[in-house]
């Protein structure tokens, strides 16, 4: 019956982060799908670890090695990455517990709280991060700087120039800003310069 138990609040706890916390905000089924097949595979393989001498040890060993693989079938965020983290986190503490403890429950329920805080869209929903290119060649980061708060008619707190390509006069800047308002936004476009007007974002 513990053993029953263990795994039903695994179960829970990763469903509520896969698709209670992360899916309505991102919106990405394989990362979902694939965050419970990381969590039962962990589960499962600590609860065989759990079983031997040398159990904890190994346990931790898994979680280093896993931690480590970056799912590279497509792009995956930062952000993603501590789903990622977590889903491996709650396997890991379900199946090195041999019953359920309040100390295990209060854990598992941490990991998915402050992920749910943490990534929370009203928590620096203003913030952005982006890669853009310029329709002209900016030897200077002050220029770029310039060029991209004119386009966006938002303070940019950092610019780093990532190519600067002389021939085809454009350049590739990674930049984070605050994003105003939706109606600042909207004003600012209507009297956007012609000149900046062509600046086109690559990803985000």
């Known amino acids: 019956m513990n053993l029953f138990a263990v795994i039903a609040v695994d179960l829970v706890a990763i469903v509520v982060l896969a698709f209670g916390v992360y899916y309505p905000r991102h919106r990405r089924r394989d990362l979902a799908v694939a965050f419970v097949g990381v969590n039962v595979g962990v589960l499962a393989v600590s609860m065989v670890l759990a079983d031997t001498t040398v159990g904890a040890g190994l346990g931790l060993g898994l979680f280093g090695v896993l931690s480590i693989i970056r799912l590279r079938s497509r792009e995956i965020e930062q952000s993603e990455m501590a789903y990622y983290l977590a889903a491996l986190a709650l396997g890991l503490v379900a199946g090195l517990s041999t ?44 220029d770029a700087r310039i060029a991209v708060e004119a386009l966006l008619h938002a303070p ?49």
């Open 99 to 142: 019953t359920i403890t309040w100390t295990t429950a209060g854990i598992m329920l941490l990991v998915v709280g402050v992920l749910a805080v943490v990534d929370s869209p009203a928590l620096l929903r203003r913030s952005r991060e982006q890669t853009l290119v310029l329709d002209r060649a900016y030897p200077d980061e002050a």
């Open 156 to 204: 940019v707190h950092r610019l780093t120039i990532r190519n600067l390509d002389f021939v085809s006069d454009t350049t590739t800047v990674d930049i984070r800003y605050s994003a105003r308002p939706d109606s600042a936004s909207r004003r600012g476009a209507a009297t956007a310069s012609p000149a900046h007007e062509s600046i086109a974002q690559v990803t985000r």
